[in-house]
C-alpha cells in the first residue's frame, strides 16, 4: 500500500453545512396536493387489490387513494392509520418497490406504479400536521400488559392495547422511544425529527405508560413480568451485531455500522462527526447501503461495498443498490474479507478473496471499515429469557397469532423466526398481538370493578 497520502484521514467537516443539508434533504420530498390529486386519479380501484395483499399490515390501499381524490384527508389517514399507526413512517420507509407497488397492476414495462407510498404520506402527514387524534380509547378494562421495547413493534402492540382499553407499560432502556426508526432509518428518509413525533402521536391516545431506563434482563426479568402483569409482549429487536470472526476485527479503524449510524441519527450537527476518507463497508442489506450512502452524504470520497455474493443475492432491493451507486457509492460483488491489513494499533486496509474463483484476491485501502453483516438478538443481555421461550435459529417462535411457547408471552417484530425485518412487518405483528392478547384478557374475564 502507498505511503504518500495522510495516514487514518478521518475527520469531520468534509463538506460545508449546506452541502450536508442538501445531501441528508427528504429523500422523497412530498407531493403537492395538485401532483397528489392526479397519482390519486391514476389508482383503477381494483377488487381485491394485489397492492392491498402485499402490504403487510393489509392497508386498505383503493380505500384511502379515493379518500384523497373527494378530499377526505382526515377520512383517508384514518383508513391507513387504523391498519397501520405508524403509517407515517411506513410511507417514508417501506420499500414499496417490491411490495404495494411492485404489486399494483399498473407497474408494468409501458406505465408506471401509482405512487402508494408518497399517496400515503400526503393523507397521514396532514394529520401529524394539526395532531388531530383519530383514535380512542375504549373504556378502562383494568388489565395491564407489560411490552418489552418501545421500538415498532412495541409500540403498535401498545396503541392497539391501548384502543381495546387495556393499559400498555413500556419497558424501554434507551432515553427515546421509536426503536431502530429513530436510531436506525437513514437520516434522509426521516428528517425533521418525525420518528419524534409519530411516537408523541402515539402516545397521545392515552393509556400508554413509559418505564424509561428498564431493560428486560438487567433491571427485570420475564418471570417478574408474566407475575406482575395480566400478559406480555416482546418487541426488543436485535440488540447484538455479528462479527467477521477475523484477527484485529477490535482495533480502530473498524466500526459497527449501526452504531455509527444511531451516533448519526442523534448528532444536533452532522458536521462535527468523524468521517472517513476511504469508506469500505462489508455488508449487503439495508444497513450496509445505509452507511455507504450517509458516509457519501458527508464528505467521504471513496466509499466501496463489498459483497459476498452478486447482485440478485444482495437483501437490498435492486433499486436501493441503484440508488447507493447514483450517491457515489462503488459496489463490488462475490468476494469476502481475508484478513485486516494493520498498521501498528490501526487497519489500515482489508484484503478480500473471491468467493467464485479460489485463489484470487485483492486489498482495499481504508480509514474506516464498516461491519453491516446482518444483527441479532442479544441474548447474552437478556439473561434467562432465551432458555425459556422456545427459539428457532437464533430468535424467538411464535405462532400465527404472535403467541410464544410460554404462556401469556407475545412476541414480534426483529426478535422473531420468520419475519422480514421491515418497520411495516414489525408493526403488523404488534397489532396482530394486541388482539390476540385482547382475546385472551378477555377470555379470562375483565378484573374486579373494570
Ligand atoms: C440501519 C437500518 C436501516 C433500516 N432501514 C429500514 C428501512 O428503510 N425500511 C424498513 O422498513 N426497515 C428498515 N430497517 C429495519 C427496521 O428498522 C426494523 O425491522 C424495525 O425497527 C423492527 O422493529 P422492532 O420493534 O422489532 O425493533 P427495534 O426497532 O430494534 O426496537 C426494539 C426496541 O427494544 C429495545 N430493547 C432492546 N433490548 C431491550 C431490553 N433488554 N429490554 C427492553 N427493551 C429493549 C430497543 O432499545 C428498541 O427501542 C432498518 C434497520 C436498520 C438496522
Ligand atoms: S404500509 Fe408500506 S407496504 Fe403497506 S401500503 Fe403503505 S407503503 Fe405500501
Redesign the pocket.
Known sequence: MSNDKPAHDVRPARLTDEQIAANFADMHPPLTPSEAIIDADRCYFCYDAPCTTACPTGIDIPGFIQKIRSGNLKGSAHTILSENIMGGM?AR???TEVLCEEACVRNTHEDRPVRIGLLQRYATDAVFRDGTQLFKRAPDTGRTVAI???????LSCAHRLAMLGHHAIV????DK?????EY???AY?TPDDFAAREVEYILGIGGIELRAG?????HISLQELREQYDAVFL?????GVNGLGLEHEQLEGVAN??DY?AELRQAPDKSKLPVGRRVVVIGGG??AI?IAVQSRALGADEVTMVYRRGQEQMAASRYEQEFAQTRGVTVRYWAKPRKFVVDGARVRGVEFESTRTPGESWSLEADVVFKAIG?KV?WE??ASTGEIVELRDGRIAVDPDRKTSLAGVWA????VYGGE??????VQDGKLAALSIDHYLKGKGLKAGA
Open positions: 411506513c420507509v417501506c420499500p418489552v421495547g418501545g421500538g415498532p413493534a412495541g419497558h424501554e432502556p434507551k422511544l421509536g426503536g431502530l426508526n436506525g432509518i437513514a428518509k428498564t431493560a428486560l434482563g438487567k418487541g426488543f429487536g436485535l440488540a455500522a449501526v449510524i439495508m444497513t445505509d444483527q442479544a443481555r437478556l414480534g417484530g426483529d426478535c425485518d421491515l418497520t411495516v412487518s414489525a
